[in-house]
């Protein structure tokens, strides 16, 4: 399948990251270079390069702080390079895929949330929960639900299918919400989200795995109708 020019750029300054990363050059809680200067750089446009780190901070790579710029996240070194060499591997499949993998992962990742999860997990859904609410009307609330989901995901404690989540929901959230944005009342959403925590607590695997699916149906819904418009991610 081929790329388009858009997510060539977009790449070319992820792998321009990963290897800065790898020779050391590059060190966490090193601040990052000027988006111009990236972009006059590697001769791509200031907006691939922003697409791009938005990217790598959903993944929790990189982290953007208000007049400070764009930092690498404090992480170990080969922490890092795993997780960019996870962003680097997602090609530009169509929308109706990845929400079809998405839920088949994430109904068996919140069914083990419910049988395994400990204290400690529930306590970081809840705060995961707590802050998505509280940013649902802000810039942050595609992240926000994103952590919330992998809070979830995390207290599934199988670590294979947390990271494929890691990689296929950013792009998937990111797409529904530039065509979606505020369809789906913020009652409604807030309710479902509070209902899979509810499960989770009780340790109901079907009822949360009965949730999640009413959860994503939407979702489901609208990359089933958009699909045949030859919908990729960009």
Known sequence: MNYSPNIKQVE???????????????????????????AEQLGVGRAHVRAALQKLEFYGIV??????????????MQVLERMITDALQIEQYDFASLVYVRELLEAEAVKLCARNRTAEDLAAIE?????????????????K???YHQALAR?????????LLLVITPDVLRYYQRYRVCTVPSEEVSFEHRELLRCVREQDE??????????????REFAETYNDRNHFLE
């Open 12 to 38: 070319t300054v992820l792998k321009h990251i990963k290897e800065q990363l790898y020779s050391g050059q590059l060190q966490p809680g090193e601040r990052l270079p000027a988006e111009r200067r990236l």
């Open 63 to 76: 982290q953007t702080f208000p007049q400070s710029g764009t930092v690498v996240a404090q992480e170990k």
């Open 127 to 143: 705060e995961a929960l707590k802050d998505c609410e509280e940013k649902f009307y802000t810039d942050e609330r595609v992240s």
């Open 145 to 147: 639900d994103f952590a």
């Open 155 to 163: 207290g599934a404690h199988n670590p294979v299918i947390a990271s």
């Open 206 to 219: 079907q009822g949360v795995v009965e949730m999640l699916h009413r959860h994503l149906r939407s979702l």
